[in-house]
C-alpha cells in the first residue's frame, strides 16, 4: 500500500531512531505534543502502524503492559526489566535452526520468531541492594 508522506510520520520515526529506549505510543505523543502542537494521541498510533506496514518501525506487544515501539527492524532479542519496565536490545547471536525445530514439533510455517529475557536491570539491583541495606542497618537499634 502506498502512503502520502507526512511530516508527523517522518518526526515519529525520526523520534524512534534517536532513542535507544523502547517507547510507548503515549511517550512518543508526550515528546512531541510540544513540538507539533496539532498532534493527538490517536495520530501517534495511526502513523505507527502505517510504519509497522512500511516495516520501518517494530511493535513489541508485551501483554498487559503498554505495546512498545523501536526503528531496529533487524532480528534481535530483548532484555526486560521486572522492576521497571525497562527494554533493552540485547545483541547475541540469532538461533536459525529454532525455526526449524519449531516447524517440526508443530504444525505450523514459522517466519519468525521473538525472545525476550526477563529479569532485574543494573540500575534496579543497585537500588534493591541500597534497600536491603537500609532495611538491614535500619533494623539494628
Not at 527492524?73 to 527494554?87: I, S
Request: proline share 4%; hydrophobic share 30%; with cysteine.
Amino acid at each position: 500500500m502506498h502512503y502520502r508522506k507526512s511530516r508527523q510520520r517522518e518526526r515519529i520515526l525520526q523520534l524512534l531512531r534517536e532513542t535507544r529506549a523502547h517507547p510507548t505510543a503515549d511517550w512518543i505523543y508526550k515528546k512531541l505534543k510540544n513540538e507539533i502542537p496539532e498532534l493527538s494521541l490517536g495520530t501517534v498510533y495511526r502513523n505507527l502502524k502505517v510504519l509497522i506496514d512500511q516495516g520501518k518501525v517494530r511493535k513489541l506487544p508485551f501483554g498487559s503492559t503498554f505495546d512498545r515501539y523501536e526503528a531496529g527492524t533487524e532480528p534481535h532479542y530483548h532484555l526486560v526489566c521486572e522492576q521497571c519496565g525497562a527494554v533493552t536490545d540485547f545483541q547475541m547471536p540469532q538461533y536459525k535452526t529454532i525455526h526449524k525445530k519449531a516447524e517440526l514439533m508443530s504444525s505450523f510455517k514459522i517466519h519468525s520468531h521473538r525472545i525476550d529475557f526477563f529479569g532485574i536491570c543494573e540500575k534496579c539491583q543497585t537500588t534493591l541492594k541500597k534497600k536491603e541495606r537500609r532495611k538491614h542497618y535500619g533494623s539494628r537499634k
